[in-house]
T-cell receptor, first 108, second 116 residues
Framework: EDQVTQSPEALRLQEGESSSLNCSYT??????LFWYRQDPGKGPEFLFT???AGEEKEKERLKATLTKKESFLHITAPKPEDSATYLC?????????FGKGTTLSVSS | GAVVSQHPSRVICKSGTSVKIECRSL??????MFWYRQFPKQSLMLMAT?????????EQGVEKDKFLINHASLTLSTLTVTSAHPEDSSFYIC????????????FGPGTRLTVL
């Protein structure tokens, strides 16, 4: 069964304290792994797509990496405005399968 | 680019009435559109997938007669919740994808439905 597991469920950081979010997946025939950011009461905002093991992508303080079993979202020197829920999803067939997300809180 | 809009953003209705939610891709042609439902502090649950001009494909457990989906053009899909009940209250989010299944989905801002 295709499955996506994100950890931790919640993460509290001080401003400037770097950390990583984990997304473990089992899927037959991965067509892509996607990271989204979701603010409360809003739709997910697209961040990255990764297609193959070893691939990395960066955007400002965020860097996403992919292996054959998991993906990491590294946050370098986070700021309070990075506080949000980060969702990982894998493309299996035509549908996206989402993890439950990691809720990040960054305090100044 | 890649903007998806939803209307309305919030709707409150009485039990037994029907509610229509619109999803539009503003700057690209959406080959496929998706409808999700999200409960508080839960992740997104796919309800159905629709391709322009075709009948929607519903996920297991989703009643197709209750959640009517129309994808009449490459930029517009609608979800109609028929005979809404309080348990249908939720956050409904649409997404749109251009081209094939390797492309990312772009999400709308969501619609908060409250059924009294």
């Amino acid at each position: 069964e295709d499955q996506v597991t994100q950890s931790p469920e919640a993460l509290r950081l001080q401003e400037g304290e770097s950390s990583s979010l984990n997304c473990s997946y089992t899927v037959s025939g991965l067509r892509g792994l996607f990271w989204y950011r979701q603010d409360p009461g809003k739709g997910p905002e697209f961040l990255f797509t990764l297609y193959s093991a070893g691939e990395e992508k960066e955007k400002e303080r965020l860097k996403a990496t992919l292996t054959k079993k998991e993906s990491f979202l590294h946050i370098t020197a986070p700021k309070p405005e990075d506080s949000a829920t980060y969702l990982c999803a894998v493309q299996a067939g035509t549908a996206l399968i989402f993890g439950k997300g990691t809720t990040l809180s960054v305090s100044s | 680019g890649a903007v998806v809009s939803q209307h309305p953003s919030r709707v409150i209705c009485k039990s037994g009435t029907s509610v229509k939610i619109e999803c539009r891709s503003l700057d690209f042609q959406a080959t496929t559109m998706f409808w999700y439902r999200q409960f508080p502090k839960q992740s997104l649950m796919l309800m159905a997938t629709s391709n322009e001009g075709s009948k929607a494909t519903y996920e297991q457990g989703v009643e197709k007669d209750k959640f009517l989906i129309n994808h009449a053009s490459l930029t517009l899909s609608t979800l109609t919740v028929t005979s809404a009940h309080p348990e249908d209250s939720s956050f409904y989010i649409c997404s749109a994808r251009e081209g094939n299944s390797y492309n990312e989905q772009f999400f709308g801002p969501g619609t908060r439905l409250t059924v009294l």
